[in-house]
């Protein structure tokens, strides 16, 4: 999804350090069933109407191929994130992955801090339910919105 604000120049600057260029695409959220959405935010993880993005320009993409029962595999996988906080640090951590930069416990800070970024949620919510969207083994904790959007809206094979 496509925001704007001081966040939102910040997210494009992390993707940017990421790799994944200076995508427009800054937010992610899960479409779950009953018109409603689950989204990393500040406060923790929570649950919307999908009508709450009306009038925000948003990009609906999701893997091809997949059955009923594994798309509601995901679904099951986000409502036991609900509550689980917002990862501000963890796009620094994404940098530092692409820079290769030896930050011992890098991997391991992020995935014991139980703090997701919007896009990291989306990820791990399908590696949970057992559909791996990065046919290059990513960790849910690298994925960028920008990532996400490329692969998913950009002609890429999940």
């Not at 069933?33 to 609906?60: C, N, V």
């Not at 692409?98 to 991997?107: M, W």
Request: hydrophobic share 40%.
């Amino acid at each position: 999804m496509r925001t704007s604000g001081p966040t939102s120049r910040l997210i494009r600057l992390g993707q940017w350090l990421n790799g994944d260029g200076f995508s427009d695409y800054t937010h992610a959220f899960l479409v779950l069933p009953g018109e409603e959405l689950i989204e990393a935010e500040p406060d923790g993880a929570a649950i919307h109407l999908l009508s709450r993005y009306a009038r925000t320009p948003a990009l609906y993409v999701y893997p091809p191929g997949l059955t009923r029962q594994q798309r509601m595999a995901v679904c099951d996988a986000a409502l036991r994130y609900v509550g689980v906080p917002y990862g501000f640090l963890d796009y620094l951590a994404i940098a530092a992955h692409r820079l290769r930069l030896p930050v011992p416990g890098l991997k391991k800070r992020i995935a014991s801090s139980k703090q997701q970024i919007c896009s990291q949620l989306v990820s791990q919510c399908y590696d949970d339910a057992g559909v791996h969207l990065f046919a290059d083994g990513r960790w849910p904790g690298y994925v960028t919105p920008g990532a996400l959007q490329e692969l998913l809206a950009g002609g890429s094979q999940v």
